[in-house]
């Protein structure tokens, strides 16, 4: 019994003296981890920073991407900066580009196909009309044609009649004049019809029309309707102006220049306009300068040619127009779309290689027709984003990247 108290006792305290030693080890791996801890620290925080950490990791895409996004990048160079008359303008119609739509028949409206506001293309209905004179144009048509054929048929068979002598050769003449005069009036007839407004190919089809006196305009040109002033089962004289279509892709903008200014401003000099509190600039061009004084103010009227792809602009609208009215020093130029503004920054893309975007901190002066100089941040020849910048910004922003703002 002794010696089993014994081996009990001696088994307790080894048991005692192993849990001990495991906890005097896990104590020094903690501390081991923990002076290790800051080097491992600082190797990680290597790998992150420097300049490559403040410009970001490049963004990459295919070239299928940059098609997408419509990306273009452009070399940098150093040029002229233009000299800019600054000034307010009025956004007008380009009277060039307006169509009227006019009958040139009476008649009473039938149906509409179209509505104020809406787009249409060169050659689509707008608008069909009933016309009394129109239908009896149609009927003269039917019978020069019904005339002419027979006339035609008559020649025919007299040819044969009088090459064996059966017919005289007088009747085979009359005949042939008889087909020259129907000819005639069947021409009369289709220019009536085509004065009227109908095209050849309505013309041609008349005898499978299934009504008559009904016309079709169509639109002269691709555009917007921006007049609209009829009402179904109305009577339109002739000459009366139906509808109207304003071509807007480009539009004009009326602008005031002192006289001192309109000095400096010719026709074909180029130009930008911007809208109150957007980014975005409009190409445009001078195409007049007025040659009379306005009275009241005693200005000079400028107009300007503004390219609105994006159809943007429209008339009544107010802008800012910058004109260019000389050159002054050479700086390294960048266009303004190419900026992108980022918390306090102002970054540009570069492209290093192809498909491969880094961002790029820049300081750019005072923009001038759509051109900003550079002070710092790019160099010459170095490839950068004209267009789609702000596509790379968003993407910049979803990968996480963190402005710095200084």
């Given at each position: 019994m002794k010696h089993l108290i014994i081996i009990i006792s001696t088994l307790f305290i080894m048991a005692h003296t192993s849990a001990l030693a495991n906890e005097d080890g896990h104590g020094h791996d903690e501390t081991n981890a923990q002076h290790d801890a800051p080097e491992h620290n600082q190797e990680h925080s290597g790998e992150h920073g420097g300049e490559h950490d403040e410009e970001g990791a490049p963004i990459e895409l295919s070239p299928a991407q940059i098609q997408?996004?419509?990306?273009?990048?452009?070399?940098?160079?150093?040029?002229?900066?233009?000299?800019?008359?600054?000034?307010?303008?009025?956004?007008?119609?380009?009277?060039?580009?307006?169509?009227?739509?006019?009958?040139?028949?009476?008649?009473?409206?039938?149906?509409?196909?179209?509505?104020?506001?809406?787009?249409?293309?060169?050659?689509?209905?707008?608008?069909?009309?009933?016309?009394?004179?129109?239908?009896?144009?149609?009927?003269?048509?039917?019978?020069?044609?019904?005339?002419?054929?027979?006339?035609?048929?008559?020649?025919?068979?007299?040819?044969?009649?009088?090459?064996?002598?059966?017919?005289?050769?007088?009747?085979?003449?009359?005949a042939q004049s008889n087909v020259q005069a129907a000819k005639a009036n069947l021409a009369a007839a289709k220019a009536a019809l085509s004065a009227y407004g109908m095209r050849s190919h309505d013309i041609q089809s008349l005898s499978q029309a299934a009504e008559y006196g009904q016309l079709t305009l169509r639109a002269p040109t691709s555009g917007t309707i921006t007049a609209d002033d009829f009402r179904l089962g109305q009577h339109?004289?002739?000459?009366?102006?139906?509808?109207?279509?304003?071509?807007?892709?480009?539009?004009?903008?009326?602008?005031?220049?002192?006289?001192?200014?309109?000095?400096?401003?010719?026709?074909?000099?180029?130009?930008?306009?911007?809208?109150?509190?957007?980014?975005?600039?409009?190409?445009?061009?001078?195409?007049?300068?007025?040659?009379?004084?306005?009275?009241?103010?005693?200005?000079?009227?400028?107009?300007?040619?503004?390219?609105?792809?994006?159809?943007?602009?429209?008339?009544?609208?107010?802008?800012?127009?910058?004109?260019?009215?000389?050159?002054?020093?050479?700086?390294?130029?960048?266009?303004t779309s190419a900026v992108q503004r980022q918390g306090n920054e102002l970054i540009v893309f570069i492209e290093e290689e192809p498909g491969h975007f880094e961002r790029r901190e820049v300081e750019v002066g005072k923009a001038s027709l759509g051109l900003m100089p550079v002070l710092s941040g790019i160099k010459e020849g170095e490839n950068v984003v004209v267009q789609g910048a702000f596509v790379l910004a968003s993407e910049l922003a979803k990968s996480g990247f963190a402005v710095h703002n200084h």
């Open positions: 997408q996004a419509g990306i273009k990048t452009q070399k940098l160079s150093h040029q002229s900066i233009k000299q800019s008359i600054t000034a307010p303008g009025t956004v007008t119609f380009n009277a060039y580009n307006l169509s009227d739509v006019t009958t040139l028949v009476d008649g009473i409206i039938e149906k509409r196909f179209v509505r104020l506001g809406d787009m249409v293309k060169r050659g689509q209905r707008l608008l069909t009309l009933n016309s009394s004179a129109l239908a009896q144009a149609q009927a003269e048509y039917l019978r020069a044609e019904g005339t002419y054929r027979t006339a035609s048929l008559d020649v025919q068979r007299l040819e044969a009649l009088v090459k064996d002598k059966i017919v005289s050769e007088a009747r085979f003449q009359q339109i004289a002739a000459g009366s102006r139906l509808m109207q279509i304003a071509d807007e892709s480009t539009v004009w903008v009326e602008v005031k220049l002192s006289q001192h200014q309109a000095t400096q401003v010719h026709a074909g000099k180029s130009a930008v306009v911007m809208l109150k509190n957007e980014r975005n600039i409009y190409p445009a061009k001078v195409v007049n300068v007025y040659h009379q004084l306005d009275n009241t103010t005693r200005t000079v009227g400028v107009r300007l040619e503004v390219q609105n792809p994006e159809d943007a602009l429209h008339p009544g609208m107010f802008v800012t127009a910058q004109i260019e009215a000389g050159d002054g020093e050479e700086a390294l130029l960048i266009p």
